[in-house]
RNA sequence: GGUCCCAUCGUCUAACGGCUAGGACAUCAGGUUUUCAUCCUGGAAAUCGGGGUUCGAUUCCCCGUGGGAUCACCA
């Protein structure tokens, strides 16, 4: 058997969770799982002005609603300060560090590697060997003061102590890798395996940041995505399965997950594909879920409403919903165009809107009448779309299915646009239906 | 600027050196449909350029070009 799989969450609780930073979290839980490894989950808040408690909090938050759980910590990395002071005399004491006089803000001492200034390979999974010269890095800095690490040595600490095996994170970090196998040859200590990703973009090509839009996982929430959409389509940015397959639970992705198949070139983040796998998502979804997220994205008074009336929302959202989202916020934009307005209240006779073409009110009203004397020969309990649309098919196709069709829509909808007839009329009901087909009755 | 990385349709990508360069999203056209949405069918759309190596390069090598990352007492 080879070594026991470790690989690791480190962010740095400076900021909300970032889609950058949840793709690598992403591709260290699937390798960590499809390998039947562990995950540590530490921060890295060895920065005390940026760094706070609210935002680790917050982050475990994200994780939990990703799914990207892990099984050792949360560590602080602002809890080990013994441990890296240690680690930092020892260097100084075999000659690998020393204390340099200069400093910053003009007061005391900074402690500095000495750099061996050779040249390091870094092997990589994704990008074969890369070497550097680190006579460029100079002796760099990896503390403040003995008591006080840096960036650099605490990560290199913290990885040989957490017996970690795989580093799998941004590409952004490909050139601080070196001084890192330098820290850790210093300390004798194993090298792990590094895995560098390539970088997601915007439109710019570069880096994706706050210029390019929504970039924290909350934002994306807000906008009525599902989190299993923001994973499957991170996994896509960068991997794929080798097949043309593209929609994945996170469990599936564990399954299909392979070092192997990450590209080298950097991803643009795209808002269409993510609509569309977004999509795919929502119709997995079972029909309890998904209202539940649905409800949730309705004004505080369209949800009131439907609430009274349970049975028509359920209605609403099998035949109406899951055709037209793509994602749940778009229900916050069909409430806000008040085209769920029909639904709880008739709307007012408008005679242009209702007349088919040239064909004139009359025609329209005749026609809504004969609508209404075909449906009222189908029973409550068979009031589906399916029959109420084989009652008016054949006959509406007879006199002409837009002389029909479009004042019975309208006279349900008072709208333009709208679903057709047949799945209006079987949310209305029939009662509701028969009522506002028959407007003869009260303009005379 | 130094160092490093990268390069296939607009976008994400497939193609152990070998079919007409495949799929998805987006887009366009046609069809179904009273409308919008959906759905079906079809189309357009790519190997950055130049040299090699090879019987044969998207694929391997070199140069160029372009893009990016990184160069903190941040992480």
Request: one cysteine or more.
């Amino acid at each position: 058997m080879t070594q026991q799989v470790i690989t690791r969450f480190p962010p740095s609780p400076t900021g909300l969770m970032h889609i950058g930073n949840i793709r690598s979290l992403l591709f260290n839980y699937l390798y960590a799982r499809k390998h039947n490894g562990e995950i540590v989950m530490r921060f890295e808040d060895t920065d005390r002005e940026r760094s706070k408690q609210e935002y680790a909090d917050l982050m475990l938050k994200d994780l939990e609603i990703l799914g990207l759980t892990y099984d050792q910590g949360p560590f602080y990395q602002s809890q080990k300060t013994d441990r890296y002071t240690a680690v930092i005399k020892q260097l100084i004491d075999e000659g690998f560090a020393y204390e340099a006089e200069e400093s910053n803000d003009g007061s005391g001492k900074v402690i500095r590697f000495k750099n061996p200034n050779t040249e390091v390979t870094v092997i990589d999974c994704v990008r074969g060997e890369i070497t550097i010269d680190t006579t460029d890095f100079g002796d760099f800095v990896i503390a403040r003061s003995v008591d006080n690490p840096l960036y650099h040595l605490t990560v290199v600490v913290d990885d040989i102590d957490g017996g970690i095996t795989h580093v799998i994170r941004g590409e952004d970090h490909i050139t601080s890798t070196p001084r890192q196998i330098l820290l850790i040859q210093a300390l004798g200590a194993q090298v792990p395996v590094y895995a560098h990703l390539p970088l997601i973009v915007g439109d710019d090509k570069k880096k994706l940041g706050k210029r390019h839009g929504a970039v924290n996982l909350s934002q994306f929430l807000e906008m009525g995505y599902l989190p299993e959409a923001v994973v499957n389509q991170l996994a896509l940015l960068g991997w794929n399965p080798g097949d043309e397959r593209e929609i994945f639970s996170l469990e599936e992705l564990v399954q299909e997950f392979s070092l192997a198949r990450i590209q080298k070139g950097a991803a643009t983040f795209s808002y269409q594909k993510l609509d569309d796998i977004n999509k795919q998502h929502m119709l997995r979804l079972s029909e309890a879920n998904y209202k539940e997220h649905a409800i949730e994205f309705l004004s505080d008074d369209t949800r009131n409403r439907f609430n009274a009336d349970k049975r028509l929302f359920d209605k609403v959202t099998s035949s109406i919903l899951v055709e037209r989202l793509n994602k749940f916020s778009d229900v916050t934009q069909m409430d806000r165009d008040r085209e769920f307005e029909y639904l709880f209240e008739k709307p007012g006779i408008d005679e242009n809107l209702m007349s088919f073409k040239d064909e004139g009110f009359d025609t329209a009203r005749k026609n809504l009448a004969m609508a209404a004397d075909k449906l009222e020969q189908v029973s409550e309990d068979q009031w589906t779309i399916e029959n109420i649309k084989e009652v008016l098919w054949d006959w509406s196709g007879e006199i002409g299915r837009g002389s029909v069709l479009h004042p019975m829509r309208t006279v349900m909808t008072g709208m333009q646009r709208s679903p057709d007839p047949f799945t209006v009329a079987y949310v209305l009901g029939k009662k509701e239906t028969l009522v506002r087909l028959r407007i003869s009755n009260e303009n005379e």
